[in-house]
């Protein structure tokens, strides 16, 4: 008996926000074309792709390719360091503490700074103080829409 061929994981490209959808479809395409992916990946960092493993590209074509909804099959298999990357996300805003001054670099207080109030990394969400009306009120917003501010740390 030979040794089965290392499978290695493709990246698919999807329709935006139909991840799940598509991950689903292509099961169902793999136990009725009775093939061997041996795993489905939807990752919520990634939009517009779903990632799969198998041993040749061919095995990913035949499974996506009555799929109305992906779009492309990435030829070349995805990288260990892009696994990775995908698997174990770095939080967005590793970097900002409580009572740091921050710029907002994103949405209606786009350019306007405060201080950190509160960090929920659970919800990857930042509370910011603002500083720069004659009323103090706070915001809060997704970590990936502040930037700490250069040596203003409390």
Do not use: C
Request: charged fraction near 35%; avoid cysteine; glycine fraction near 6%.
């Amino acid at each position: 008996m030979g040794e089965e061929p290392e499978s290695k994981i493709f990246a698919i490209r999807t329709v935006i926000n139909r991840e799940r959808e598509v991950a689903e479809l292509i099961e169902d395409q793999n136990d009725y074309k009775d093939l061997s992916l041996k795993a489905i990946l939807v990752s919520p960092r990634t939009s517009g792709y779903v990632y799969a493993e198998a041993t040749s590209e061919a095995e990913i074509l035949r499974a996506t390719e009555d799929v109305k909804l992906v779009k492309d099959v990435i030829e070349k298999p995805a990288s260990r360091e892009d696994l990775e990357k995908i698997l174990n996300p770095r939080p967005p805003v590793a970097d900002v503490s409580y009572g740091d001054t921050v710029e907002i670099i994103n949405g209606e207080f786009k350019g306007e700074r405060g201080k950190v109030a509160n960090i929920s990394h659970s919800e990857e969400e930042v509370t910011v103080r603002m500083k720069t009306t004659a009323v103090s009120f706070s915001t809060t917003v997704g970590m990936d829409e502040v930037k700490p501010v250069e040596g203003n740390r409390a």
